[in-house]
């Protein structure tokens, strides 16, 4: 997944978390939230490991 469409996907998941929250749908928007925040630490690497496969990155 290239970085701009990640962002579009994280920046997504987040507007629907924001809209779930604004319209009273907490549980709803506590999913989109937390599915945003794994999808913005997972670090999806194809060179290393099999398909379907990612890590969490190096953390500095």
């Not at 630490?41 to 496969?53: E, H, I, T």
């Amino acid at each position: 997944m290239s970085d701009l469409s990640k962002d579009i996907f994280i920046g997504g998941l987040f507007v629907m978390g924001l809209v779930g929250f604004i319209s009273g749908e907490f549980i709803i928007s506590s999913l989109f939230f937390a599915t945003a925040a794994i999808a913005s630490n997972a670090k999806v690497s194809r060179n290393d490991m099999k398909p379907g496969l990612f890590s969490w990155g190096e953390f500095k």
